[in-house]
């Protein structure tokens, strides 16, 4: 058994420890916090803006642009977003099995992919995949800016012929409980549904082409920043949650050490005790 001196250590640094967890528990809550309210401000633009194209296409199936076309499958393009940083649960390894079962699914097709955060890029690296371009330090809540640059390059790649599908895999956030890891086409674009079907009629200046030409890369960029949001929102849950059970499994560990010097700290006391009165009983001998 560890002595009394090497217990009171331990205990010492698992207590240091679970204020790390507790404190990394409450940035990430704030963090999350911040990210869900970004998510949920940017929801109703991205619903008209989609709104707005799908009934154009729905209304004139004749109109055409390079970002709708369908084209046969020779090469398919993944976009993989993970965290730049572990201590997130099984946040990373879950997109990447994702990705890696997708990627699979698509059989011999050739396949490459976009790397957004530094766990799926070296992950990707590791296993000498194909990578058509990597995207660190994604901040805590993303910026416009930031998925503009991810979809700049996606349409390149898809534009160029480079790959005729791209999809893009991210961690869709439903609450902090509930979260998934999620594949959804990018390009070639297509809407929905519920989009397709939006409510009223609309008149457009200048001509529809005119306006799907201008509004299509918007709607590109759009997804990417919502996915980059959801994602981020994810990456804030599922490091909330990792901490917090991290704090209540230290708080279980000190409970155990505590016991374990308690009873380290009786058997010194009682061997003590038992040494003590063995040498009054040699003593006692000595003088008889």
């Known amino acids: ?61 004749e109109l055409e642009h390079p970002l709708l076309a369908r084209r046969a499958v020779r090469a398919v393009g993944i976009i993989l ?18 990705a890696v079962a997708e990627a699979a699914r698509f059989g011999e097709v050739e396949k490459g992919f976009i790397a957004v955060g530094r766990k799926g890029r070296e992950y990707l690296k590791r296993r000498s995949r194909k990578l058509s371009g990597e995207f660190l330090g994604i ?21 160029d012929g480079i790959y005729d599908e791209i999809h893009i895999v991210y961690q869709e956030f439903i609450s902090v409980g509930q979260q998934r890891p999620v594949i959804r086409r ?64 230290a708080g279980e560990m000190i409970d155990r050490l505590i016991l374990s010097f308690n009873k380290a700290r009786q058997a010194a006391i009682t061997r003590e005790i038992l040494e003590i009165v063995g040498g009054a009983d040699a003593l006692k001998a000595q003088q008889g």
């Open 139 to 159: 901040s805590d809540t993303p910026a416009a800016a930031e998925a503009k640059q991810i979809a700049a390059l996606a349409v390149k790649l898809f534009l």
């Open 81 to 98: 977003i993970t965290a730049d940083r572990g201590l997130a649960g099984g946040y990373n390894a879950n997109l990447i099995r994702k």
């Open 186 to 249: 990018l390009l070639p674009v297509q809407f929905d549904q519920a989009e397709e079907a939006g409510p009223g009629d609309y008149l457009y200046e200048p001509v529809p082409e005119k306006v799907l030409e201008m509004l299509l890369p918007r709607y590109v960029e759009n997804r990417v920043f919502r996915a980059l949001m959801e994602a981020k929102t994810g990456e804030h849950g599922s490091r909330m949650t990792a901490m917090h059970a991290a704090t209540d499994n």
């Open 1 to 61: 058994m560890p002595g009394v001196r090497d217990i009171k250590r331990r205990i010492r640094s698992v207590k240091n420890m679970q204020q790390i967890t507790k404190a990394m528990e409450m940035v990430a809550a704030a963090k999350l916090r911040r990210a869900q309210a970004a998510v949920s401000a940017s929801r109703p633009y991205a619903e008209k803006l989609g709104e707005v194209l799908g009934r154009i296409t729905a209304a004139s199936r």
